[in-house]
């Protein structure tokens, strides 16, 4: 025989009615009762063999212990379910940074997938399985494109530092055309834009034009027409100014209309008309002696309607031109050019500590803008190297 039962058949009973009668759990009554648990949970099931029904549970819910077990068992796992999904959605905040594209969550479910299981993954994030496993079984070819772009992206990155920071997207394309890179304008766009590639913007310019009422006009022999055959049929100028300590730098140009070439320049600490006859000076001895002939082309300021500068252009066979007061686009190509240069340099934003510092940098740019920087009017040529296309008759000696 067994050992005999601690508990009589009357407490059995009682105990039995008790949890039928209570809408509380098995346990709790159980505790009260000083007994375990699974003691009491196997008198209840016991009884309900009995009666050949199941036990309820007052209060009218109509459940059994075991449907009550069951329900609450049930629950428990919606409650992990539930816990689960909380700790997946806040580590997709902070994974996707508000990027909640489909690419990403697809990433955030490869990264996850032994913490949390694909299939609830692709449930919380509301997205397909075999779209998922699609992607993912795509995951090489993508690895290889990335890595490809990645050495696309350090070329433009070096194109860009090697122009000094100013190149925007279409000139780096031409210049990895010309390298044997075969890639559109679009997709160089985004990589630099990916990657905070940006080329220099143009920004707005002081006038230095101060025009002399008493001097003579020139006649308008350009007509905002800046084009030209061949070199050294028309040029243009203008002068403009760059910060340097406390004071100002002036520099003075001279511009082929046909190549965009910057044949002559003069810097110096004032604009008197002398900055003007010096560039000019400089664009002449640039094209080996005199150039009969040549127009050039200026705004109305007191330096271009000056004797001294009639002379000078006298002296070389230079037929001067002039636009109308207060138009820009009368010397529009001249302007260009400036606001290209200051744009380079940052200029507006710039201030050289020394005259010698603004001379050096001027000097550098202007030599990568004559024969390195590519110019869109000229099927983005450097001006030197579009000179070079040109037929040989046409040429007046060009020095290199």
Known sequence: MGRPSKYTEEFRRDAVDLVRSSQRPINQVARE?????????????????RTGA???????????????????????????????????LRKAAAYF?????????????????????????????????????????SEPARQARAAVEDVLAEQITRIHADSGGTYGSPRVTVELHDHGVRVNRKRVERIMRQRDVVGRHLRRRKRTTIPDPAAPPAPDLIGRDFAATAPDQRWCGDITYLRVGAGWLY??????????????????THMRTALVIDALDAAVATRSGRVDGVIFHSDRGAQYGSDAFASACRRHG???SMGRIGSSYDNALAEAFFATLKREL???????ASEADARRDVFRWIAFYNHRRRHSALGYLSPANYEQTLAPTTLHQIAA
């Open 33 to 49: 009762l000083g007994m375990s648990h699974e003691t009491l949970r196997n008198w209840v099931r016991a009884a309900e063999r």
């Open 54 to 88: 199941s036990a309820t549970v007052s209060g009218g819910d109509g459940l059994s212990v075991a449907d009550k077990d069951a329900e609450i068992a049930r629950l428990r796992r919606e409650v992990a379910e539930l816990r689960q999904e909380k700790e997946i």
């Open 97 to 137: 940074e508000g990027d909640g594209s489909v690419t990403s969550r697809f990433r955030f479910i490869s990264a996850h997938r032994a913490a949390f299981g694909v299939k609830r993954l692709c449930r919380v994030l509301a997205v397909s399985r075999s779209g998922f496993y699609r992607w993912a079984a």
């Open 251 to 268: 520099l003075a140009t001279v511009i082929d209309i046909a190549t965009r070439r910057l044949v002559g320049w003069s810097i110096n």
């Open 318 to 320: 230079i037929r001067r």
């Open 346 to 352: 940052d200029v507006d934003r710039r201030r050289w």
